[in-house]
């Protein structure tokens, strides 16, 4: 769903049942959208919109832009990888490992939808 098409609807109705934020659905008129909650951590967040505006970025790059710890990357990185928002690629520059991520193009449509949520969220707030 684009962003045209979400905003060419009437303000979505979020569901009457007291959630937390995570678990906030959202009636844009062809049902309930839920936000997707691997997306919805603020890491994995950070890294999903670091790579959808570099093509790509080292783990060392993609660790300063996000502010985590080497572990930390690494597992929220992972699960963006098995859920195929992200493609890694592993290799060699001299002597040293060298990984470099990429946003897939899974992941982008994933991000958008997200990125449609929340602003559809924070419409509703603001008119309330």
Request: glycine share 6%; with cysteine.
């Amino acid at each position: 769903m684009g962003k045209r098409a979400l905003a060419d609807r009437e303000a979505p109705k979020i569901d009457s049942r007291t959630r937390p934020l995570r678990e906030v659905v959202i009636d844009a008129g062809d049902g309930p959208l839920e936000l997707d909650r691997l997306i919805h951590e603020r890491t994995r967040l950070g890294v999903l919109s670091a790579l959808a505006v570099n093509r790509s970025l080292s783990f060392k790059e993609l660790k300063q832009l996000v502010r985590v710890t080497d572990g930390n990357l690494s597992v929220h990185a992972r699960k963006l990888e098995e859920a195929g928002y992200v493609s890694c690629t592993k290799s060699f520059s001299g002597r040293l490992p060298k990984t470099e991520f990429r946003l897939t193009a899974a992941g982008r449509r994933a991000l958008e939808r997200y990125l449609d949520h929340m602003e559809a969220l924070i419409r509703l707030t603001r008119e309330s």
